[in-house]
């Protein structure tokens, strides 16, 4: 079946400590999204990728970076997470021009001690 | 402007009663207004989704009803099932222009709880 995968679904980091997250995907698609979600409220978006045109959200950290050295794969980096980092990280795809349409991963969870 | 505002924040139902989730937004360049139905630990999943030209569309049990003069819209599940119980996000779409690419406006959220 054709999927968003993100691994590692558990992640335990220490203050300051960069850590990186993955998302790969079997879909084919153009366009790639991280958000962030935390407890109770709706994701937020971090960035997205058309191909390899980076947009990045204006109100996002610069503690925040991503990579995407190909169509399926794409890598959030937290260079210095701080503990109101905690959250779920959801990686999501979508074919160019149905945005509306995002097929997300399962995230993954990130504590940060 | 890019906001969409989502009530109830939480919303209990009796099985087989009528859930229903509001949204309304302001926005008058939003081309797509989807509905996720997300649960625990996972990732959220597109619903049903309608379009501004069209007033209601219907999937199932679910129906969306939309009011473009209002700028709301509304997610209806018919016959509630306790597997319905989830957290539903409305959401609006934008476009970003020349590369046809957009990004998604999520409502607050709703957690639904349908009881045996």
């Known amino acids: 079946d054709a999927m968003v995968i993100q691994n590692p679904r558990y992640q335990v980091t220490q203050f300051g400590k960069p850590v990186t997250l993955s998302c790969s995907q079997t879909?084919?698609?153009?366009?790639m999204y991280w958000y962030q979600q935390k407890s109770s409220q709706a994701p937020k978006l971090l960035f997205h990728?058309?191909?390899?045109?980076?947009?990045n959200e204006a109100d996002t950290p610069d503690n925040f970076q991503s990579r995407r050295p190909n169509t399926s794969f794409c890598f959030l980096d937290i260079r210095s997470p701080g503990l109101g980092d905690a959250a779920m990280y959801l990686c999501?795809?979508?074919?160019?021009?149905?945005?509306?349409?995002?097929?997300f991963g399962p995230g993954t969870r990130l504590t940060v001690t | 402007q890019q906001q969409v505002k989502q009530s109830p924040q939480s919303l209990i139902v009796q099985k087989g009663g009528i859930s229903i989730i509001n949204c309304a937004y302001e926005?008058?360049?939003?081309?797509?207004f989807p509905w996720y139905q997300q649960f625990p630990g996972k990732g959220p999943a597109l619903l049903i989704a309608i379009r501004p030209d069209v007033s209601e569309k219907k999937e199932g049990r679910f129906t969306i009803s939309f009011n473009k003069s209002a700028k709301q819209f509304s997610l209806h599940i018919m016959d509630s099932q306790p597997g319905d119980s989830a957290t539903y996000f409305c959401a609006a779409s934008t476009d970003e222009g020349s590369s046809n690419t957009g990004k998604l406006i999520f409502g607050q959220g709703t957690t639904l709880q349908v009881k045996p």
């Open positions: 879909l084919n698609h153009n366009v």
């Open positions: 999501a795809t979508s074919l160019q021009g149905e945005h509306y349409e995002q097929y």
């Open positions: 926005n008058t360049a939003f081309d797509y």
């Open positions: 990728y058309y191909d390899k045109d980076f947009n």
